[in-house]
């Protein structure tokens, strides 16, 4: 079974800067994508970001040229930069691993972004 650790969440101004981090143990077969989904409230859960074996990198048009998303495949630990932050960014964001059989979330971490 594969479980997904992540932290970094918090309260942050607009125009700040925040660094999550998604730690996966357990085992993990073939190649997978890691990536970063966030539901803000009363809202459906979307992408932000994801990133494949090979590093390629997908983003949500909303964050574009604001986020960035990179992983350590030694670690099994994706990670998700935030920079220029708004309040629309305001949400839990959410790990996921998919593999060909499985997909897996995290618990969730709140990011606020309010002055």
């Known amino acids: 079974q594969v479980q997904l650790v992540e932290s970094g969440g918090g309260l942050v101004q607009p125009g700040g800067s925040l660094r999550l981090s998604c730690a996966a143990s357990?085992?993990?077969?073939?190649?997978?994508?890691m990536g970063w989904y966030r539901q803000a409230p009363g809202k459906q859960r979307e992408l932000a970001a994801t990133?494949?074996?090979?590093?390629?990198?997908n983003y949500a048009d909303p964050v574009k040229g604001r986020f960035t998303i990179s992983r350590d495949n030694a670690k099994n630990t994706v990670y998700l930069e935030m920079n220029t932050l708004k309040p629309e960014d305001t949400a839990v964001y959410y790990c996921n691993v998919v593999t060909k059989w499985a997909s897996y979330w995290g618990q969730g971490t709140q990011v606020t972004v309010s002055s």
């Open positions: 990133i494949a074996n090979g590093d390629s990198t």
């Open positions: 357990g085992s993990i077969f073939g190649p997978y994508v």
